[in-house]
């Protein structure tokens, strides 16, 4: 990443990103995590205040996880 992401911390310990962070953090457009919200795919976001789109770290984490390949499963699967 070229630039330091910005993020907030909830009372209840989760961090949040805004769409354009979780964009950088992802390597997609921000385009691209508007035309997810959309269609309802890929990330669950939260809205913050009625209106702010924001994104929960650990799923943005666990989206990167769940496209994870472990080589030996390739190449035996």
């Not at 992401?5 to 992802?26: F, R």
């Not at 943005?60 to 390949?69: E, L, T």
């Amino acid at each position: 990443m070229s630039q330091l992401v910005e993020e907030y911390t909830t009372a209840s310990g989760n961090v949040l990103v805004p769409p354009k962070a979780a964009a950088e953090i992802l390597g997609v457009s921000p385009q691209t995590m508007r035309w997810w919200r959309h269609k309802r795919r890929a990330l669950p976001w939260v809205v913050v205040g009625g209106r702010r789109v924001m994104y929960r770290k650990s799923d943005i984490d666990d989206f990167i996880a769940s496209g994870r390949v472990d080589p030996q499963e390739a190449v035996n699967g």
